[in-house]
Each structure stands twice: as C-alpha cells, then as structure tokens.
T-cell receptor, first 118, second 114 residues
Framework: AQSVAQPEDQVNVAEGNPLTVKCTYSVSGNPYLFWYVQYPNRGLQFLLKYITGDNLVKGSYGFEAEFNKSQTSFHLKKPSALVSDSALYFCAVRDPADRGSTLGRLYFGRGTQLTVWP | DTGVSQNPRHKITKRGQNVTFRCDPISEHNRLYWYRQTLGQGPEFLTYFQNEAQLEKSRLLSDRFSAERPKGSFSTLEIQRTEQGDSAMYLC????????????FGEGSRLTVL
C-alpha cells in the first residue's frame, strides 16, 4: 500500500534560520516524489519533484529536497527561511506500481504547517 | 488569470440536496483530476479525465458522485443526495499532455452539508 507520512503537524522557525519539513514514504519500487505548498485561500502549488537522477532536487522559491532511498525519506529544506514561506506544505508520492493509472494520481501526506516568525 | 478556475467557491446545502461543482482547467491541458480534501488531511484522489474520457475512479467515488467532461474542456462534479460526510474541499487540477507529475490546482470548492 502507498502511504506518505509527515511526522510533524507544525514546524516553527525564525526568519533567516534553515528549515526542514520531513516526509517519509512507503511504496514498492522507485517512487516519484513531490512537494506542494498551500498558502491561505490559494490553491496547491507545485514546488519540486524527484523522478530519477540526482538525489538533491531544487525547486521554486529557493526550496530543495533530498531523496534518501535507504531511509525512504524526501525532506524539504531551505537554507534561510522567510516569513513569506509560512504556509501548509504537502508531500506526495506516486506509486510506480500503480498500473493503469497516470502520473496525476498522487497520494498526499496530511500536511505540515510551517510558521516562520520574524 | 489563466489558471484553473473552480465554481462555486463555497456551497452550503442541506442534507439530501444535490450539488454540482464546475472546473475550468488551463486551456492547453488535456488531463483533469478531482481530489477531495477534508480538514486536517491531505488531498485524496477521486477521478481522472484524459480529454473527455474518464479513465480512472477512486473507490471514494460512491454511486452518488458523478463527474463529466463532455467536450474535453471544463468538467463538472455532481453529488446527489448529499450527506454530512460529504462536507469537504473539492479540488480540481489539470496537467499538460506530457505529464511529469506536476499538477496545477484550482482554489477549490468548499462544500458544507448541514
């Protein structure tokens, strides 16, 4: 079964400090992994993805994520947080064994609320 | 704004009534998806269209739910005989022909069933 876990409901960091939002997954084979962000009263926005290749992927707004197959993790990181980064972050996975499906069928975690204080 | 558009943004209805939501995807996107998001949870897949064909449906999509995309452009999601458990945010997303997994989401339609 496919699943995504975001162990922290909330992450609080000071502006300028590095931030990490954690994500672990459970799928068979090599997963496709994604991060999305949801600002208040806005739709989900794509941040970055890992399909194959370099384990460190860079995305929008200075975010990056590291794929770690042995730990089945895909943590989201940013070297220096901004107040404007405060939002709800979702990790998502596509199961490569999801035969007959499409790349659009994603399984999302419950989300992590990131708050960056000045 | 040429993003994904959803209407209405908020619908309040009484239990047993029917409701319909509309989604207008990004014009050049041939793939369209419906997800449902309840409070404190991540989005859950409901159904997927490629052009006008509905290619996949989740088990979450009970018989009371029906989705259409008649001309391969906009889509509607209808819920018949609504129940309080249907209260949720209904999200529409679209993606381009060469799909790399990046979805473009609308702002959602929030359903409240009293």
């Amino acid at each position: 079964a496919q699943s995504v876990a975001q162990p922290e409901d909330q992450v609080n960091v000071a502006e300028g400090n590095p931030l990490t939002v954690k994500c672990t997954y459970s799928v068979s084979g090599n997963p496709y992994l994604f991060w999305y962000v949801q600002y208040p009263n806005r739709g989900l926005q794509f941040l970055l993805k890992y399909i194959t290749g370099d384990n460190l992927v860079k995305g929008s707004y200075g975010f990056e994520a590291e794929f770690n197959k042995s730990q089945t993790s895909f943590h989201l990181k940013k070297p220096s947080a901004l107040v404007s980064d405060s939002a709800l972050y979702f990790c998502a996975v596509r199961d490569p064994a999801d035969r007959g499906s499409t790349l659009g069928r994603l399984y999302f975690g419950r989300g992590t609320q990131l708050t960056v204080w000045p | 704004d040429t993003g994904v558009s959803q209407n209405p943004r908020h619908k309040i209805t009484k239990r047993g009534q029917n409701v319909t939501f509309r989604c207008d995807p990004i014009s050049e996107h041939n793939r369209l998806y419906w997800y449902r998001q309840t409070l404190g949870q991540g989005p859950e897949f409901l159904t997927y269209f490629q052009n006008e064909a509905q290619l996949e449906k989740s088990r979450l999509l009970s018989d009371r739910f029906s989705a259409e995309r008649p001309k391969g452009s906009f889509s509607t999601l209808e819920i018949q005989r609504t129940e309080q458990g249907d209260s949720a945010m209904y999200l529409c997303a679209s993606s381009a022909r060469l799909n790399t997994g990046e979805l473009f989401f609308g702002e959602g339609s929030r359903l409240t069933v009293l």
